[in-house]
């Protein structure tokens, strides 16, 4: 079983909808990082996550510590954000949510 | 700033030949790492440096050196190339600050052992 584990591997939506994927882990924490990869292969950091909620934009990113959790929501979704999204924590890395939005 | 550089972008190698990938940060970081990158997996840390002078092994080391030539460098060798050596290597940076420790990514390096 994997320490880090996403859900689901693949989304598919349309543009305006709202996105969420999940991660699940089961490895101790200091911090859950989510980073976005984009079709060309470069990665971005999104979030660091020890508690609580934090919002970038249209991105939100939440995490509960005791479930061992966290989601990842993506309001009003654009093509633009078609990505893969990946979950990590403590440099243990998810196998990554391929999203794409569809205008 | 160029923030992480990575070289080669994409190389071929045969099997048993070796090579250096190269990595370099211009943002002063303290921490860097070399991760590989399969399909269907999620990367996977090989090597990574907490500070100038000091390498640690990640999760997959075996078949790798690294050295932190300087802060600015961070250098992954493959001594005897391997076909499970095929992926795509990422090097990163880190920083800590008041919201918490940010990775950045360098744009990768594709390697191709046959």
């Known amino acids: 079983k994997n320490e880090v584990e996403q859900s689901p591997q693949n989304l598919t939506a349309q543009e305006g909808e709202f996105i969420t994927i999940n991660c699940s882990y089961s490895?101790?924490?200091?911090?859950l990082h989510w980073l976005q990869q984009h079709p060309g292969g470069g990665i971005v950091s999104l979030f660091m996550l020890s508690s609580g909620k934090k919002k970038h934009g249209r991105l939100i990113a939440t995490i509960n510590i005791q479930e061992k959790h966290s989601s990842l929501h993506i309001t009003a979704s654009h093509p633009r954000d078609s990505a893969v999204y990946i979950c990590?924590?403590?440099?243990?890395f998810g196998a990554g949510t391929r999203l794409t939005v569809k205008p | 700033n160029a923030g992480v550089t990575q070289t080669p972008k994409f190389q071929v190698l045969k099997t048993g030949q070796s090579m250096t990938l190269q990595c370099a940060q211009d943002?002063?970081?303290?921490?860097m790492y070399w991760y590989r990158q399969d399909p269907g997996m999620g990367l996977r840390l090989i090597y990574y440096?907490?500070?100038?002078?000091?390498?640690d092994k990640g999760e997959v080391p075996n078949g790798y050196n690294v050295s932190r030539l300087n802060k600015r460098e961070f250098s992954l060798r493959l001594e005897s190339a391997a076909p499970s050596q095929t992926s795509v290597y990422f090097c990163a940076s880190s920083v800590v600050d008041r919201s918490g420790e940010t990775q950045y990514f360098g744009p990768g390096t594709r390697l191709l052992v046959l």
């Open positions: 943002m002063n970081h303290n921490s």
């Open positions: 490895v101790g924490i200091s911090a």
């Open positions: 990590a924590v403590d440099m243990r």
């Open positions: 440096s907490a500070s100038e002078g000091t390498t």
